[in-house]
């Protein structure tokens, strides 16, 4: 069946990826041009009522795997479009099967969420316009444990120049990991960067993210499972130094 549950036993991939090969990505050659209405139909209906204007996708989970934090998503915050980036075809594939099972199952159900295949280190500026973005998740990403591979890693001074200009003044950026190492590594670039500022966990009492983060995914429940503990982070978005100048474009 077309709308059939997704099983991952047909679906598994080694859990790392070389994010500097990518080829055979189809990736919009500028946000302007991408097909939004393709991933979120109920939201862009083809006879839109006068004065309709579809909302713009405002969260990204980067590296979204399997799709756990994009249900949630879905759920807590149903008027929000909520897009996973996954570079690894078979996850993505899954992931997209995921979501358009559940909404065959129940058609009200995560109409606001999408999965693409992509790849955040080299093509986000594609997607998302300048101060697009609210919500940025970087939820258990590759450690890249060997330091010939730490250029691998999602988090770097030159990427968050652009996650930088795709999150809005005051948007958030949730991160969560089990690798102490990875932890600091995440911490101390985001501290030492112009566009970013730290949010203390205490501030964020209220927010109904923060404690689910750590067990939404496949790989956080893996670390609960083996007894080790998640570390989160969370940043906000400053103001731009120089809003007029534009990140570089990879191709």
Same mark, same amino acid.
Request: aromatic fraction near 10%.
């Given at each position: ?9 047909? @679906?598994?991939?080694?859990? !790392? +990826? ?7 990505? %189809? ?6 041009? =991408? ?16 004065? @309709? ?28 479009? +909520?897009?996973?980036?996954?570079? /690894?075809?078979?996850?993505? #594939? ?6 358009? %099972? ?5 058609? %009200? /159900? ?9 790849? #955040? ?17 970087? $939820? ?15 988090? %770097?001074? #030159? $990427?968050?120049?652009?996650?930088? @200009?795709?999150?809005?003044? *005051?948007?958030?950026? @949730? ?10 590594? =995440? ?5 030492? !960067? ?5 949010? +203390? ?12 983060? *750590?067990? &939404? ?5 893996? #670390?609960?499972?083996? *007894?080790?503990?998640? $570390? ?5 978005? +400053?103001?731009?130094?120089?809003? =007029? &100048?534009?990140?570089?474009? !990879?191709?």
């Amino acid at each position: 069946m077309a709308d059939a549950p997704p099983q991952k036993r047909f @679906y598994r991939q080694r859990a !790392h +990826a070389n994010p500097l090969a990518d080829r055979g990505l %189809s990736v919009p050659p500028r946000p302007q041009d =991408m097909d939004w209405a393709s991933l979120f139909p109920d939201f862009f209906p083809a006879d839109p009522p006068p004065g @309709y204007s579809p909302p713009s996708v405002e969260t990204l989970d980067v590296g979204c795997g399997y799709g756990g934090l994009l249900v949630l998503l879905s759920a807590l915050f149903p008027q929000d479009l +909520a897009l996973g980036l996954e570079l /690894r075809p078979r996850v993505a #594939a899954f992931t997209a099967q995921r979501i358009r %099972s559940l909404r065959a199952q129940e058609p %009200s /159900r995560c109409q606001n969420v999408a999965c693409v295949r992509g790849n #955040a280190m080299r093509n986000l500026p594609h997607f998302f316009r300048r101060a697009q973005l609210r919500r940025l998740f970087f $939820l258990f990403p590759d450690p890249h444990f060997k330091r010939t591979k730490h250029k691998w890693r999602i988090i %770097s001074p #030159a $990427l968050l120049a652009e996650y930088g @200009y795709v999150l809005r003044p *005051g948007g958030l950026v @949730y991160t969560v990991t089990d690798v102490p190492e990875l932890h600091q590594w =995440m911490v101390k670039h985001f501290r030492e !960067h112009p566009l970013f500022e730290e949010v +203390a966990l205490g501030q964020l009492a209220s927010d109904p993210l923060l404690s689910l983060l *750590g067990t &939404v995914t496949e790989e956080g429940v893996r #670390a609960q499972r083996g *007894g080790r503990t998640p $570390l989160p982070a969370v940043f906000r978005g +400053a103001p731009p130094i120089n809003p =007029m &100048v534009p990140p570089p474009v !990879h191709h």
